[in-house]
């Protein structure tokens, strides 16, 4: 069958993506971003999954505000890489793995949870720039990729409760597959941003850290923050981090197996405006 080995988390800031398109990851303020992640592109290479179910927000590149999917599972074979204004990025389409895809689709539904199914979508800085700081520069990306795509971006956005109980529903879906797969979870955005408005820049390295802690020990307990304190502590983009429970839902531990090692953990400041903050988490 197929199992979920691990779960990563990453922030998605679209500048590490431009910095390591432009070769700037030499420079001072980059490489003390880069150097978190030097652990971790060893780790996957030593890790190859076959899957990676890949939670990510699109930025109303994919899903204009004409139509707003809470929950997106893409089930195609491949996904172009998104042009968000300056040309896409030079770095390599994502293959699916529309079979994986579409059994976790239907057993997500029948565990009620509406899903949209995605046939065809363009992905943007949400989901290439956690694929280019885990895998570095890639002729093609090492594995297939199932895009699950949440609203984050446009109110209402689902609670954190919501995700981590999709999570939940999410592990069943995978052990439930009949192939052996080696697939990993990753949630990704965050740490705390705001990109708009008078609190513009807005970082909360406190608040930030108390959210990996409880990440780690206690995710039902921070499943349980209402959307609100994300916006008033993490900023207007620290919602993102809602993404991050439902890849932590999707661990053994909640399901009543042995607790998660915790294999590497990384929160810097600054990269662009935003907090950076990266975890793996295996599963023994
Ligand atoms: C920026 C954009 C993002 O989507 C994000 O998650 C963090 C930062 C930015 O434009 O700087
Ligand atoms: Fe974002």
Known sequence: MARITASV?????PAIGAAMDLKKTEEPYWQKVFAGYEFSRQWMRDNKPDVVFLVFNDHATAFSLEMIPTFAIGTAAHYKVADEGWGPRPVPD????????AHIAHSVIQQDFDLTIVNKMDVDHGLTVPLSLLCGDAQEWPFKVVPFAVNVVQYPVPSGMRCFRLGQAIRKAVESYDEDLNVQIWGTGGMSHQLQGPRAGLINREWDNAFLDRLIADPEGLAAVPHMEYVQEAGSEGIELVMWLIARGAMADVDGGPK??????????????TAVGHMILENR
Not at 94 to 101: K, S, T
């Open 9 to 13: 988390y990453t922030s998605h800031v």
């Open 260 to 273: 998660p090692t915790l294999r590497h953990r990384f929160y810097h400041v600054p990269a662009s405006n």
């Open 94 to 101: 994502v293959q699916g793995d529309p079979d994986f895809a």
